[in-house]
């Protein structure tokens, strides 16, 4: 069922198992770093360095808030161990999953893989088992194309 704050425009697909995570309130925002990785070559006689072009990455951030609708007070928890399990290959030959983010139109075919999944539970109540309220949840995604990209590709 979509969230009633988000109507289901912001989730998160595990692409090899298809489980989605909805994100239940929207974000206040969503914070992009693109960082090309250069080489200083340096030049004989020459004051500054040439550059090259080594690589690069792109990453996200998402600030995701969680609170408790059910009954027992554990979906907060639920919700984030779906989350951490994004960052944990399943056996020996099973890479961590990619994921597809859906927020809006901002993102379109980009693949993604969970680099950082950091939490903070609050408002924890004795009448549920000490099962928190509340959770914030701070996660970070680095862009893993299936191709490389282009200038064209970041243009589109």
């Known amino acids: 069922m979509a969230s009633k704050y988000t109507q289901g425009l912001i989730y998160i697909t595990n692409l090899l198992t298809l489980e989605t995570i909805e994100a239940q309130y929207v974000p206040m925002s969503l914070v992009g770093n693109r960082v090309a990785k250069l080489a200083e070559v340096a030049i004989p006689s020459k004051n500054t360095p040439n550059f090259h072009f080594t690589g690069g990455s792109e990453e996200i951030t998402l600030k995701l808030d969680f609170f408790a609708e059910d009954i027992t ?39 993604w893989v969970v680099k950082n999944v950091r939490y903070e539970f609050s408002l924890f109540n004795n009448f549920f088992n000490m099962n928190p309220n509340m959770c914030i949840v701070d996660l970070t995604l680095a862009l893993a194309p299936e191709k490389d990209l282009t200038l064209r590709d970041v243009l589109r």
């Open 73 to 111: 007070r554990t979906e907060v928890i639920s919700k984030v161990s779906q989350l951490k399990a994004l960052t944990i290959k399943d056996g020996k030959n099973n890479p961590a999953p990619k994921v597809k983010v859906v927020f809006g139109d901002i993102f379109q075919d980009e693949r």
